[in-house]
């Protein structure tokens, strides 16, 4: 069983930059492919960007140029950076990890974190 925690969210103006955490425990970190969901509220749970075992990175159109993701598997976590944050990025913001092939689909990850709240104002 693998458990997710998420830190690092907050409040930011538009412009500025923020990084999130998540921590994993359980398993094997290494071999996981970790992704980066959100969810803002009325909407449906998008896809932000992931990394696969052997460093393969995709991004979601929306972030691409903006966000990074980088994972440290001797502390088993991942980061997820994020610059020249909008408005639109307000959301909650999720890390999965996937023991499998990981991409943009969440139905790859069969682990979730709580998710940490992103609100960019404006």
């Known amino acids: 069983q693998v458990q997710l925690v998420e830190s690092g969210g907050g409040l930011v103006q538009a412009g500025g930059s923020l990084t999130l955490s998540c921590g994993a425990s359980?398993?094997?970190?290494?071999?996981?492919?970790l992704g980066w969901f959100r969810q803002a509220p009325g909407k449906e749970r998008e896809f932000v960007i992931a990394?696969?075992?052997?460093?393969?990175?995709y991004y979601g159109d929306s972030v691409k140029g903006r966000f990074t993701i980088s994972r440290e598997n001797a502390k088993n976590t991942v980061y997820l950076l994020m610059n020249s944050l909008k408005p639109e990025d307000t959301a909650v913001y999720y890390c999965?990890?996937?023991?499998?092939?990981?991409?943009?689909?969440?139905?790859?990850?069969?682990?979730w974190g709580q998710g940490t709240q992103v609100t960019v104002s404006s």
């Open positions: 999965a990890a996937a023991l499998l092939r990981g991409t943009q689909h969440s139905a790859d990850y069969a682990y």
């Open positions: 359980g398993g094997t970190f290494s071999r996981y492919d």
């Open positions: 990394m696969r075992w052997n460093g393969q990175t």
